[in-house]
């Protein structure tokens, strides 16, 4: 990749993370929806500045891409029978966060922006942002959803996830299979524990 298309692929990372923060600390969506939309536009750009790379990381996970959308079908159908309007949330959860959070941490992040390092520092690294990335949820508001000791569990539990995401990636050599386990938590959170939900989900 040019220098210019890790410069442009890293500053827009950089305003997707800062305008979800401006949302948290704000509560104006639309930083949130701006910051979905850098966060789609990533994908395009990526494919601008490394379409080669890109095409051919994806011809060699097809199977995990159509796993990805089977997942979605599945969960989509058999979910609105039990729970339209859960149901059909669906395949907006399937934007975001999980296209949008898998690719720009599990890709850009993982893949692209930390060649540099080995494998699993890159993984480290990207789990180490992806919590700082939610933590985000233990300031909004001053702190009232996450209180301590539950900002410490959101933070820890999202490094955990930010691990088993990256391991995921790296296996499969993208980002379909870690989004495929994104897509069925997210999908099953109003049959989770309460336990479990308040601190993996949102994940």
């Known amino acids: 990749m040019s220098r210019l298309g890790l410069a442009v692929l890293s500053m827009m990372f950089v305003i997707f993370f800062a305008l979800s923060y401006g949302f948290s600390l ?7 929806w701006t910051s979905v939309l850098v966060g789609i536009l990533t994908i395009p750009a990526a494919a601008a500045f490394n379409g080669k790379e890109l095409m051919q990381d994806f011809s060699l996970s097809i199977f995990y891409f159509i796993t990805l959308l089977s997942a979605l079908v599945v969960l989509t159908f058999f979910i609105s029978i039990i729970d339209y309007r859960w149901g059909s949330t669906i395949p907006l959860i399937f934007i975001t966060p999980v296209i ?5 941490f599990r890709y850009l992040l993982q893949r692209v922006f930390l ?5 699993y520092i890159a993984i480290f ?8 990335y939610y933590a985000r949820y233990a300031i909004a508001a001053g702190g009232v959803a996450y209180p301590v000791p539950y900002n410490i569990v959101l933070v820890t539990s999202m490094f955990g996830m930010g691990l088993v995401y990256g391991i ?8 379909f299979l870690p989004a495929t386990v994104h897509l069925i938590l997210w999908s099953l959170f109003p049959w989770l524990p309460a336990a479990i939900a308040s601190t993996i989900l949102p994940a």
Do not use: C, D, I, R
Not at 115 to 119: E, R
Not at 168 to 175: D, E, T
């Open 26 to 32: 704000t509560g104006n969506s639309s930083f949130y």
């Open 100 to 104: 949008v959070e898998e690719f720009n």
């Open 115 to 119: 060649k540099k390092f080995s494998p």
């Open 125 to 132: 690294l990207q789990a180490v942002l992806y919590s700082l």
């Open 168 to 175: 995921l990636a790296k296996f499969s050599k993208n980002f």
